[in-house]
């Protein structure tokens, strides 16, 4: 079930970016960091946006957040990790984490933990493209693209963005149906 289509994504960037751009101190460097693997091409859609319609350059980076996660243990196969790429200094910029969806907090948590491991940020704030609530862990974004926070647990968010994928879009994909467990 699709929660937001191709231009209805591109008004979400476009504002996320512009409350960046409203947020901003020129005086300190912006960092946009990007949590693999949707996380990275929203960040480089917002600096273009941010450099196209307000003039101000951001560095993006990727951060692997793999070794950082509190679930590691419970894994059932081994861990891919895709690199953290981060080759700008992290000291006193301004950090903002990037990344599709924020649900329980742990992602943003342990980006945090990867981030905080490289240096002494000014600040840390999070963006993300949808917000659905269901927190167990005292995060919020900053930017928020959608709320939807009435969706069910068992129900997940999928960003779909090109040119990985074939369209823009933001999607609801219904979990199992208890109904019919065996």
């Known amino acids: 079930m699709p929660l937001c289509d191709a231009p209805a994504l591109a008004r979400i960037h476009a504002e996320i970016a512009d409350r960046l751009a409203a947020d901003h101190n020129p005086a300190?460097?912006?960092?946009?960091v990007g949590i693999r693997t949707q996380g990275v091409p929203i960040a480089e859609r917002l600096a273009a946006l941010?450099?196209?319609?307000?003039?101000?350059?951001?560095?993006?980076?990727?951060v692997d957040?793999?070794?950082y996660r509190d679930d590691l243990d419970r894994a059932r196969r081994w861990p891919v990790l895709r690199g953290t790429e981060i080759d700008f200094p992290?000291?006193?910029?301004e950090v903002i984490l990037v990344d599709d969806v924020l649900h329980t907090?742990?992602?943003?948590?342990a980006a945090i933990n990867a981030i905080c491991d490289l240096g002494r940020p000014a600040c840390i704030?999070?963006?993300v493209l949808v917000d659905r609530g269901g927190r167990e862990l005292p995060i919020q974004a900053?930017?928020?693209?959608?709320?939807c926070t009435d969706i069910p647990a068992d129900d997940r968010i999928v960003v779909y963005l090109q040119p990985v994928d074939p369209?823009?879009?933001?999607?609801?994909?219904?979990g199992p149906d208890k109904s019919q467990t065996n």
């Not at 300190?28 to 946009?32: E, V, Y």
């Not at 992290?90 to 910029?93: P, Q, T």
């Not at 900053?142 to 709320?147: C, I, M, Q």
């Open 28 to 32: 300190i460097p912006l960092a946009l």
């Open 50 to 62: 941010l450099r196209e319609k307000h003039g101000i350059t951001a560095l993006v980076g990727a």
């Open 65 to 67: 957040i793999t070794l």
């Open 90 to 93: 992290i000291d006193d910029a």
């Open 105 to 109: 907090g742990r992602s943003a948590r």
């Open 125 to 127: 704030r999070c963006a």
């Open 142 to 147: 900053d930017y928020v693209g959608l709320h």
């Open 167 to 174: 369209e823009d879009e933001i999607r609801r994909v219904a």
